[in-house]
């Protein structure tokens, strides 16, 4: 790889530029970790652990009976779950039958599911054993091809203590009836199927492991088609990417195999989640604590807590709102993390006091990084050294990956250092393009120099020292006047004001000119303070340029957000254009 700006100032001396990645299959290291680190905890939920030679058996038992099914080679298999311990073998398992897995959001009602199983043509679908899940998936299926529903119970993974208090007193979630012709029990298929995987070939530059759904904050959710290469390439970046210096001072060390204890809080049918907890902890043969609702727990986010002091987790990816509600909670004093080395931050611009809080609350250091579901998905991060973490950028482009900022109107253009213009990425971890949407993947790929370059709606530009920093999306821009405004921009700096907690910024059409619009802020205020509307607007008119500042504040006790914790601007301007 050819140096680039990016390499010639902090670039970490202990992190390689590029990265020779083998070709196998992504189910492979797990059965790695079955080999070496069998006897190893992986899953840990509700005290009890599943080892990696176990969780690899129950994969290859998956995998037979998905065979039995009918499901060969590229079909789809979807998993309708949270981050419970089936997880993992469903998803390891769908691919050792030569399987695509297709994750889906457990929020999603019956239309949203049915659309996503339509869509991508699964054959059979993972469902948690709960009152809700189970009859929308039964719903879902009709006019699909998928005609099979694997009903996954919690009740195997409690201890025995809870699993028999639990059915005594009706605590353990249960659906209310089941489809016999239709359903099947995971709990069967470990009883009733072979260890033994079945023989299967792959190409995995070309076959796909998984099929990501955008969030579809821009309209319908496309299929993010990511093939066993793009996984596996990813994973490996990660782990080269992070190196730590010691708490005492010293040399900067790699993650330490069999040894790291990740916190599952970010939901696994998302690529962040996924790729950098779930499938990751498999990489490093290292435990992996499954938690289903982060904000679980009186207050909100105690169970979360208590699990991460708990089971002394030593690594944790989350977005900012968590690592807020986690810092200013109200009983964060009676918690000890201080087993945590460091922390991921993504999906949302980092506000520093956020940092800063959460820091000071675990001794961990928080580093931002970027990345899309079409690109498995990490691209960008911090420096993983304190003295060159730079907050408002997302670091440097990681091994292996290209990073170019090209113009706004016809994305051929590279811009200079400093200027902002589409954030434009080349790598091994980028999609092989959209589940049957030729457009719309030929709409976003640019071929660069003999490079093939996915182009990702979201605005930036490198500094003079090649960090990255992302200005906003393409999509979420503010026309005032002529001038282009930044929502992310103007929500970092509502941010810095010591009243305000969180803060989300869209455009309002002009009644008298639709086409220029109003900026307007939605502002969540810190725990214990007031503030009024023409304070802030005052305090903004010393700090951003007038078609910057918000015109409007309206104040909220909360802002609408994605399961990653998101904020979903789309929600608030639909608000506005139907109050219009």
Known sequence: MKEMLWHKHKWPEE???????????LFAILEKAAQEAGDKPYTIYSGNSQSFAEINESANRIANFLAKLGIKKGDRVAIYMPNVPH????FFGTLKAGGTVVTCNPQYKTAELHHQLKDSGAKAVFVFDHPIFVPNSYDALVDTDCSHVIVCSIKPFLSKGKAVLGGLFGKIPKSKYYEEDKTTFYSDIMTQYESTPPSIKLKPK???????????????????MLTHYNLHANVMQYDEWVKLEPKGGGKAQPLETGKEVYIGALPWYHSYGLTLTMIAAVYHQSACVCIP??????????????????????????????????????DIGKYDLTSLKACGSGAAPRPPATAKAFEAASGAILFEGYGLTETSPLV???????STRKFGSVGFPISDTIIKILDLETGTKEKKTGEDGEVAISGPQVMKGYW???????????DIKGERFFLTGDIGH??????LHITDRKKDMINVSGFKAYPAEIEEMLVEHPKIQMAAVIGIPREDDPANETVKAYVVLAPSESATEEEIITWAKDRMAGYKRPRIIEF?????????????????????????
């Open 87 to 90: 997880y993992p073998a469903a």
């Open 556 to 580: 909220r006790a909360s802002l609408p957000q994605s399961a990653v914790g998101k904020v979903l601007r789309r929600v608030l301007r639909d608000e506005e254009l139907g109050k219009q």
């Open 436 to 446: 049957q949407k030729p457009q719309a993947t030929e709409a976003v790929m640019r």
């Open 15 to 25: 992190v390689r530029k590029t990265i020779k990645y083998p070709e196998e299959p």
């Open 206 to 224: 070309d076959d796909l492991a998984l099929i990501l759904y955008t969030g579809g904050t821009t309209g319908v959710p496309k299929g993010a």
């Open 293 to 330: 609702d982060p904000r679980a727990g009186k207050p909100p986010l105690s169970d979360l807590l208590k699990q991460t002091q708990d089971n002394k987790g030593t690594l944790f990816h989350a977005v900012p709102s968590l690592y807020a509600g986690m810092a200013y909670h109200p």
């Open 462 to 467: 490198f500094d003079e020292e090649g960090y």
């Open 380 to 386: 960008s991060a911090d420096p993983s050294k304190l």
